[in-house]
T-cell receptor, first 111, second 114 residues
Framework: QKEVEQNSGPLSVPEGAIASLNCTYS??????FFWYRQYSGKSPELIMS????GDKEDGRFTAQLNKASQYVSLLIRDSQPSDSATYLC???????????FGKGTTLSVSS | NAGVTQTPKFRILKIGQSMTLQCTQD?????MYWYRQDPGMGLKLIYY???????DKGEVPNGYNVSRSTTEDFPLRLELAAPSQTSVYFC?????????????FGPGTRLTVL
């Protein structure tokens, strides 16, 4: 059974701080990794994708991937109250097409 | 582009009733998916399609059926609704040709079975 694990939170950070969200996955041959943001009552919104070991930056977001440790993380710099949401980690395995989701981490940014 | 659209937004069914959840995408994506999300849980794949006329089961297909006669549409059919099918249903689509498979989601259908 392929699994994706995330701490459910809530993760609480003050405005302007760095929020660090973590995810581990069980399928060693996974190739593609995604972070989705989901506001309450809304659909998941893709915010980052990463395919190679290392860091990938997009604005205030940085995704980090370590395939040897089967670990992917998302850093949000200068956190804003509008970043308060549930962040879903998702993985696609080798030759796979469907996303396997973690249960999500709830982030709360206080002003 | 409207992206991925879903109808209805909300629906209440009685046990044993049937319904079809509609999903349409206008991005010319070849792959389409149906996921369900239960409270506090991640999304689970019900069915997916790699192109018109081709569908396959996901992790939780029991109680559902799909068809894909066109590139744009991927309806999900619930037969004999049960309380366990109370959930939020998301349709998604992607263009996949062996590389990236970034999936984009519709707004969802919130279904309650009483």
């Amino acid at each position: 059974q392929k699994e994706v694990e995330q701490n459910s939170g809530p993760l609480s950070v003050p405005e302007g701080a760095i929020a660090s969200l973590n995810c581990t996955y069980s399928d060693r041959v996974s190739q593609s990794f995604f972070w989705y943001r989901q506001y309450s009552g809304k659909s998941p919104e893709l915010i980052m994708s990463i395919y190679s070991n290392g860091d990938k930056e997009d604005g205030r977001f940085t995704a980090q991937l370590n395939k040897a440790s089967q670990y992917v993380s998302l850093l949000i710099r200068d956190s804003q109250p509008s970043d308060s949401a549930t962040y879903l980690c998702a993985v696609i395995g080798q030759a796979g097409t469907a996303l396997i989701f973690g249960k999500g981490t709830t982030l709360s940014v206080s002003s | 582009n409207a992206g991925v659209t879903q109808t209805p937004k909300f629906r209440i069914l009685k046990i044993g009733q049937s319904m079809t959840l509609q999903c349409t995408q206008d991005m010319n994506h070849n792959y389409m998916y149906w996921y369900r999300q239960d409270p506090g849980m991640g999304l689970k794949l019900i069915y997916y399609s790699v192109g018109a006329g081709i569908t396959d089961k996901g992790e939780v297909p029991n109680g559902y059926n799909v068809s894909r006669s066109t590139t744009e549409d991927f309806p999900l059919r619930l037969e004999l609704a049960a309380p366990s099918q109370t959930s939020v249903y998301f349709c998604a689509s992607s263009y996949f040709s062996g590389g990236s498979n970034e999936q984009f989601f519709g707004p969802g259908t919130r279904l309650t079975v009483l």
